[in-house]
């Protein structure tokens, strides 16, 4: 059989977008399927007060479409989705694009070589190959609080922000203090009556070196583009000797360390307040945060950090462990999301009739490079298991993913029609020990309790060495970590 379409991807998001364009520059035909009725991904989703990038914007964008007229040195939210729009634009992706269509289940079939996909009316599409980019931030965390089903007010996560709820002179209890949090704590608590802030690890946070963008500097980098891509490696640079201080540098760990406590005690000079806002934990074993105006939303007056465990939740109120009763109108979950699983709402049914989320919940999330996994050949997985960052730019790693794919699919043309490549079971594994090998010595195993470590404890999220390498490493495929299947008899072939 046939397939009606040579690649389906999943997600229009960054990395959905970026491999539409590759694989239309390649003259590879295509079809982008996304959920919801516009691009934009997480930058569509988040839409709470002071949502922004932590990277700034001339490194977070695609290396082959820059924007010269970005307006601060860290974009927020609507900028960033009017980019992705203007990249649609831009390459005319629109016709390639079927929006208000969630694939709810994906199953490989051995006989044909083929994906089959299924979406949430029943429709199916058969496709040579699939690319997944749905990325991780795509399931809120709501943690389980005794007694939440019983509240009487209002309650969202920041994910998805009540934007007809009006805040203005409501008691309101953020729970968490994560990076969402940091940036729509400063913004809502000037028009609330009454902020509790539970928090349950202090964050360290350094301060955000954000400014406007001048006309003048647009107008150079219209006129020079050499110039902007010259400052955007600059800034990639940087980046990458600060991501040092996270893979075992004791000195750059000092330094980070003593900069985000330098920032807490100008910006806190109330000393309780500020034992409640130190961390206890080696810097950057979390995710370091940045921001000028969360630590001075805490001293306001109408705001309190509350460091006790919830105990549980009334129908006006939540208790601490301590007995406190704090009277709420509200609930906002700061909480973020379920990332190190990487799970995703649909099934993806492989080679052998095996679920892949399920074997991840169960066994832990793996995949070769992050980019592929056994079992589900003519696959792969943009911004996948262990291809989160700490110290860098996600694109960067996006762009890396998309090379990689483009050479496997290069690969698979050579092969007789309807084969398919899948990874070794033995080339995964040892990759992935590898990876687990690598994260021993970095600050992520220094012992904290943290989102980017899964059920059994495995750092699942993160690359535990530079950008550099892994874009290096991901040029093209090592053909002998896969097999060539001929369907359907499936006869294994070496890849030459």
């Keep these: 059989m046939k397939a009606a379409v040579d690649v389906a991807i999943i997600g229009a998001g960054f990395a959905g977008l970026t491999a539409a364009i590759r694989l239309k520059e390649r003259g590879t035909p295509f079809i982008l399927f996304e959920r919801a009725d516009q691009v934009g991904g997480t930058w569509r989703e988040n839409v709470y007060p002071g949502a922004a990038c932590d990277i700034p914007s001339h490194l977070y964008s695609l290396s082959f479409a820059?924007?010269?007229?970005?307006?601060?040195?860290?974009?927020?939210?609507?900028?960033?989705?009017?980019?992705?729009?203007?990249?649609?634009?831009?390459?005319?992706?629109?016709?390639?694009?079927?929006?208000?269509?969630?694939?709810?289940?994906?199953?490989?079939?051995?006989?044909?070589?083929?994906?089959?996909?299924?979406?949430?009316?029943?429709?199916?599409?058969?496709?040579?190959?699939?690319?997944?980019?749905?990325?991780?931030?795509?399931?809120?965390?709501?943690?389980?609080?005794?007694?939440?089903?019983?509240?009487?007010?209002?309650?969202?996560?920041?994910?998805?922000?009540?934007?007809?709820?009006?805040?203005?002179?409501?008691?309101?209890?953020?729970?968490?203090?994560?990076?969402?949090?940091?940036?729509?704590?400063?913004?809502?608590?000037?028009?609330?009556k009454q902020l509790t802030v539970f928090q349950r690890t202090a964050p360290y946070i350094t301060p955000r070196r954000d400014r406007l963008v001048s006309s003048a500097e647009q107008q150079i980098f219209q006129r020079l583009p050499v110039v902007q891509k010259a400052y955007r490696s600059l800034i990639y640079w940087i980046n990458e000797v600060q991501g040092l201080s996270f893979l075992g540098n004791k000195t750059g760990n000092k330094l980070g360390t003593k900069i985000a406590l330098q920032h807490l005690?100008?910006?806190?000079?109330?000393?309780?307040?500020?034992?409640?806002?130190?961390?206890?934990?080696?810097?950057?074993?979390?995710?370091?945060?940045?921001?000028?105006?969360?630590?001075?939303?805490?001293?306001r007056p109408n705001v309190e950090l509350v460091t006790d465990t919830i105990s549980e939740i009334r129908p006006d109120s939540i208790v601490d462990k301590n007995g406190t009763h704090y009277p709420v109108d509200a609930i906002i979950f700061g909480t973020g999301f379920m990332v190190s699983?990487?799970?995703?709402?649909?099934?993806?049914?492989?080679?052998?009739?095996?679920?892949?989320?399920?074997?991840?919940?169960?066994?832990?999330?793996?995949?070769?490079?992050?980019?592929?996994?056994?079992?589900?050949?003519?696959?792969?997985?943009?911004?996948?298991?262990?291809?989160?960052?700490?110290?860098?730019?996600?694109?960067?790693?996006?762009?890396?993913?998309?090379?990689?794919?483009?050479?496997?699919?290069?690969?698979?043309?050579?092969?007789?029609?309807?084969?398919?490549?899948?990874?070794?079971?033995?080339?995964?594994?040892?990759?992935n020990a590898n990876i687990q090998q690598k994260m021993a010595g970095t600050v992520w195993a220094s012992g904290c309790k943290s989102w980017y470590l899964d059920a059994q404890g495995r750092n699942a999220t993160l690359w535990p060495s530079l950008t550099v390498s892994y874009r290096k490493a991901t040029r093209q495929i090592d053909p002998a970590d896969y097999e060539v299947v001929h369907s359907p008899q499936e006869v294994p072939q070496t890849l030459v």
């Design 341 to 431: 699983g990487m799970i995703a709402r649909m099934n993806i049914i492989g080679r052998y009739g095996q679920n892949l989320f399920d074997q991840w919940l169960t066994q832990g999330a793996e995949a070769h490079y992050g980019i592929t996994a056994s079992g589900y050949p003519n696959l792969g997985f943009l911004v996948g298991p262990n291809t989160g960052l700490g110290h860098n730019s996600i694109i960067h790693m996006i762009e890396s993913q998309v090379n990689y794919l483009l050479d496997y699919l290069s690969q698979l043309d050579r092969a007789d029609e309807g084969a398919f490549l899948d990874v070794k079971p033995e080339a995964q594994q040892r990759f």
């Design 66 to 192: 820059p924007n010269p007229n970005w307006s601060r040195t860290y974009s927020t939210q609507p900028e960033l989705l009017s980019y992705l729009k203007t990249i649609v634009e831009r390459y005319d992706l629109g016709p390639r694009i079927r929006y208000n269509t969630e694939i709810t289940r994906a199953e490989f079939l051995p006989g044909t070589g083929c994906w089959t996909l299924t979406d949430q009316a029943g429709n199916a599409t058969t496709a040579r190959v699939l690319i997944v980019a749905v990325g991780p931030l795509n399931r809120p965390i709501i943690p389980k609080l005794k007694g939440l089903e019983t509240f009487a007010g209002k309650t969202f996560h920041s994910s998805a922000w009540d934007t007809a709820y009006e805040l203005t002179n409501k008691r309101v209890a953020v729970i968490g203090t994560g990076a969402s949090a940091i940036q729509f704590i400063p913004k809502i608590a000037p028009a609330v």
């Design 265 to 299: 005690r100008k910006s806190i000079d109330d000393p309780e307040l500020r034992r409640k806002a130190t961390p206890n934990y080696t810097f950057g074993c979390k995710r370091v945060l940045i921001s000028n105006d969360y630590y001075p939303a805490l001293t």
